[in-house]
């Protein structure tokens, strides 16, 4: 209804007008802006609207303005992460000593051997809104250790619709080869079957995110807290 009207309205703006010996005159170009205006008015309305729908969406743009101004800045430079994450970080992380965080620079299977280098990083990916891609490989080294047929079955294909598939709720981003040779492997599940996937996630990340964790002011300022604390 509201678009019929700023339809309605703006069709008059254009529509040619009398001024005089025979002659006719439009509104200048800029006029139909008016029309944008308007609807943007309308459609802001809250006549009709769910007061109880409206203050949540209230709530969640707060919380995407909040992530989305860390991003802005860029996450190698955020250094309150804890503003953005849903839950409060893992306490035990206060108790890692420098030499175990330094380690983490060693190499990225060395970050992923270690509980607390797990759980910085993840605190990490969710501010770049990527954390599907260490939530799939956990995933597959957590099946990997699956000895029921039965179970594996079931698992397999719980995983594959979480995380492989096209439009999954957290797809991770492979190339179409890898996702349809991962498609094949459903057909009979094996502990290898996502092998492939797993693999080019972790290349992905060991290349684009590890990088930037290690750059980082989430990590460097963890380094920093650390050894004040030893000193």
């Not at 996702?179 to 996502?194: D, G, I």
Request: hydrophobic fraction near 35%; charge should be positive.
């Amino acid at each position: 209804m509201y678009q019929e009207v700023a339809d309605s309205v703006t069709q008059g703006f254009t529509e040619p007008c009398s001024a005089g010996a025979g002659a006719s005159q439009t509104f200048p170009a800029a006029l139909p802006s008016a029309r944008q205006l308007l609807t943007c008015s309308l459609s802001d309305h809250p006549v009709g609207k769910d007061p109880q729908a409206m203050r949540t969406g209230q709530r969640q743009n707060k919380g995407m303005r909040t992530r989305l101004g860390c991003l802005s800045h860029k996450s190698d430079s955020c250094s309150d992460f804890t503003a953005i994450l849903p839950d409060k970080p893992n306490r035990a992380l206060k108790r890692l000593s420098t030499e175990e965080a330094t380690r983490w620079a060693d190499s990225f299977d060395v970050l992923l051997s270690h509980k607390y280098g797990v759980a910085a990083f993840r605190a990490f990916l969710k501010t770049e809104f990527s954390e599907e891609n260490l939530e799939f490989w956990l995933a597959c080294e957590e099946f990997k250790k699956t000895r029921s047929t039965a179970k594996l079955v079931s698992k397999a294909h719980r995983i594959f619709e979480e995380f492989v598939d096209v439009q999954a709720p957290r797809e991770v981003n492979i190339d179409f080869q890898t996702r349809e040779a991962t498609r094949k492997n459903m057909q009979e599940p094996s502990l290898t079957c996502f092998d492939q996937a797993q693999g080019k996630v972790h290349s992905l990340m060991e290349k684009d995110s590890y990088p930037r964790f290690l750059r980082s002011k989430m990590y460097l300022d963890l380094l920093s807290q650390n050894q004040r604390r030893l000193s």
